[in-house]
């Protein structure tokens, strides 16, 4: 069931876990999407076969041969419309909605890619790798506005086409390289959503990374993560704005976590306990994307690719050293961290604690990346709500915590619209 946004109640999505891995619990009710509110509800009378002479009136002479008196001549049973599609008696071809008016999502039903240029270069836009801002009609594109990549270090964040050597399926047949999976939209009401990529992803670390090689890709030595230099990006003091660790729900009181959103803090309340409670609040090698998109018409979320790397796992779990990633949505629909497990942020110990690390010691995944003998998650994917026609800021941020040693790095991809957001039923992490 596809639900509109409610900007009286309003949470996050979270992630979910790949297979059987579950690391956010999807019982949670959503009321970021108010129930009360639901599209093709059929409350709108269009050709519906009642009433007019003609649509479905008895005595229709209508010469069909249906039999049923309808007086519509298409031929199916019951409906009235003419339009050929049964039981829904609204003429316009899509069965089942009885709005009226066809399909209603205005995501883009191709997007434009932006991961080569003319030329078939590798793009060295830290967006374009993400789908957005590409060149091309707002039909096939996601027009980003104030997009900044804040980072001191060039070394710090690459655009490749892929990153270490694993073997897989996707780009140029490796593991971690983009890969152009349609989404099927749960319940079969709403269209598959495309891929928004082809090639490129993009690579942040809070270490250092070499240039991509002669193939795009991002190799490393062996295990060379763990004691990675200090990249110089800044250190110290509080989240980038608008990031807020304070306490989002209640009306800002917290303890309701999703509920009564205060538009300002984090409405998960997953960034508090680590900041306040434990102390666990040095952060060193910032860094952080930060843009604003508007989804389309009938556009209720958004969805992204990541993976998480680090050589903190597996021996600092459970102490300060805990390097992290934030996905901060800003927006009426929802503004907090969406990347939480539980009422934890996503760090080495939320991860650890929640067997979050699919790769680890010497698993071939690891070839080539830094991290043999480390962990990283599997490719994942975040999702968020918004309102259509209102604007969202997006915030990705990583950083070290605790120290400036042992790296760790995040894979992002494949920026696109979710036409009917995220259910109680579909949130977290998917493969």
Known sequence: MAVRVSTLQRITTGICASGVLLLVDCTMPNPAFDERETMGDATEVVGDGEDEPGDGDSNDGDGDGDGNGDGDGDGDSGDGDGDGDPGDGDGDGDPGDGD????????????????FNDQDDLTDSPFAALGLGCTGPD??????????LTANNPASWRVATHFGEAEGPHFGGYLWAAHDNEFVSPGGDLPDIPPNTSGAILILSTGLLPEPDESGGVVLQPGSQTNSDNNANASGGEFPEPISPQLGSNFGQGGNPFYDCDGVNDCSDSLYEQWFVDGWNQLHNKMWLKFKVTPPAEVYGYMFDFAFFTSEYPDFVNTTYNDMFVAWSNSEAYTGNLTFIGQSPMNTTSLAQADGFSHTDEDPA???????????TNWLRARGPVAPGEEVEITLFMSDLGDKNNGSVVLLDNFRWDCGGCEVDDCGFTP
């Open 139 to 148: 039909s096939e594109t996601i027009p980003v506005v104030e997009p900044a």
């Open 366 to 376: 690891l070839a080539g990346t830094g991290f043999e003998g480390y962990g990283s």
């Open 100 to 115: 009226g008016d066809g399909p209603l999502c205005g995501a883009p039903e191709h997007y434009a890619d932006c991961d």
